[in-house]
């Protein structure tokens, strides 16, 4: 039996963006004022470029439920020393720099606990810096000409995906659907839909024993867009 993922194919020239209208404006929310170099400061004091981040939320503003208004994700970033903070979509996209390099890790369990204390939501969060993304986008094992944007998905995961339990997934049951699986995520096309896909459901944080958020490929493209990487 033919493993559903083989080694990465070489790979594609980096996709074309497309600007889209769904991009909020920079938050208005107050940052905290970065420190002052003070008049005696010079260039080996100054302080190093801002890291750009990618804030990922999963499963919110679906149905009515898990109701996260964009406006509160751009506050409590800000809160956390983001800046230049901008949300996509409604769907729990964030983009924004902090003045330090910090683990996404911690960035991203911060936010969680900070949607917990303000709004009462248990949200998983992902967090990426734009330099990763820019990896994600430059990694794509797959061929894209020709593939519609809005049916081919990147699972961003937690950590390494289960590279044995994947091996054992059988083609045969899946296709059209395929997928190969990256450093910390999965791409996956679903050519005919996602909605009824048998595959897309293994893709869960119960069966990958992972935390998984799934981004169609036009918006892994805008986010990497608008992280400036």
């Known amino acids: 039996m033919a493993p559903l993922y083989a080694p990465a194919r070489a790979r594609p020239p980096r996709p074309t963006t497309t600007t889209f209208t769904e991009v909020t404006k920079p938050s208005t929310n107050t940052p905290r004022s970065p420190k002052s170099a003070g008049p005696a400061a ?6 190093p470029p801002a890291t750009s981040y990618v804030a990922l939320l999963r499963g919110i503003n679906v149905g ?8 509160t994700l751009r506050g409590l970033l800000t809160d956390m020393g983001g800046t230049a903070v901008r949300t996509y979509l409604q ?13 996404p890790q911690r960035l991203a369990a ?11 939501l248990t949200i ?9 993304l820019r990896r994600v986008v430059d990694a794509n094992p797959f061929a894209m000409e020709g593939v519609n944007g809005s049916r081919f998905v990147v699972v961003f995961l937690s950590g390494p995906p289960p590279r044995d339990k994947l091996a054992a997934l ?11 699986a990256g450093e910390r995520e999965i791409y996956a096309h679903f050519p005919d839909s996602i909605r009824n896909s048998k ?7 119960r069966w ?11 918006t892994v493209v805008k986010l990497l867009e608008l992280s400036g990487a």
Not at 42 to 47: F, L, N, V
Not at 64 to 71: T, W
Request: with cysteine; charged share 30%; glycine share 8%.
């Open 208 to 218: 990958l024993g992972l935390t998984a958020t799934s981004r169609n490929w036009n």
């Open 91 to 103: 769907s729990g996209n964030a983009v924004f720099t902090h003045g330090k390099e910090e683990e």
């Open 110 to 120: 911060e936010l969680e606990q900070r949607i917990a204390d303000e709004l009462g």
């Open 199 to 205: 595959l897309a459901a293994r893709f869960s944080d």
């Open 64 to 71: 009515g439920h898990s109701r996260v208004p964009m406006e």
């Open 170 to 180: 059988d083609p045969a049951v899946y296709a059209p659907d395929e997928f190969r």
């Open 124 to 132: 998983a969060c992902l967090v990426r810096t734009g330099t990763d």
């Open 42 to 47: 010079t260039a080996d004091s100054a302080d």
